[in-house]
């Protein structure tokens, strides 16, 4: 069973289809007991990084998130919910994340450009990736594979060992990371075609 963690904060259905599509089983479940008894679990995220926080903490998904990756589970983190797997944000202010990945969530800066072109912050629309790392997940995904994106913030991990992929956008910023058993990207692949479509399919059959 493939759950994906409700807590009032990302485009969920859109994320279950994905999977349904790929001939999946995957389950929208608000129950932290429904995660704990899962074999794999995706966290998806759309919005503030604050408030997905505080939301995730106020459904009670903080224990059974890190008990599911401690156990060795596949974990795939989506958009914010990549993010919250890091140190901290400054999305608002400073506020303290989930600490799975050592590292940061920073603002893209205003005001970039390539060329005679500003770069618009957020970043909405397609990217390519560049691996620096193959898991699993992005078996037969090819190097410069176009995927969507929508966000404002980044991740800067501590240590580059979990970098999977990266993408430019004014600059070189890491758009995937693979840890153990935890996958997680910055863009979406519920939104990104057939690539996302085989992320998905890759994914669900994680052992």
Known sequence: MIAIIDYGMGNLRSVQKGFEKIGAKAIVTADPQIVLQADKVVLPGVGAFRDCMRNLEQAGFVEPILRVIAEGRPFLGICVGMQLLFTDSVEFGLY????????????????????????????????????????????????????????????????????????????????????????????????????????????AEMK
């Open 96 to 203: 303290q994340g989930l600490n799975v990945i050592p590292g940061h969530v920073l603002r893209f800066p205003d005001h970039m450009r390539v060329a005679d072109e500003e770069l618009k912050v957020p970043q909405m629309g397609w990217n390519q990736l560049r691996f620096k790392r193959r898991p699993p997940v992005f078996e037969g995904i090819a190097d410069g594979s176009n995927v969507y994106f929508v966000h404002s913030y980044y991740v800067q991990p501590d240590s580059e060992d979990v970098i999977a992929t990266t993408t430019d956008y004014g600059f070189e910023f890491c758009s995937a990371i693979w840890k153990d058993n935890i996958v997680a990207t910055q863009f979406h692949p519920e939104k990104s075609q057939d690539v996302g479509l085989r992320i998905l399919k890759n994914f």
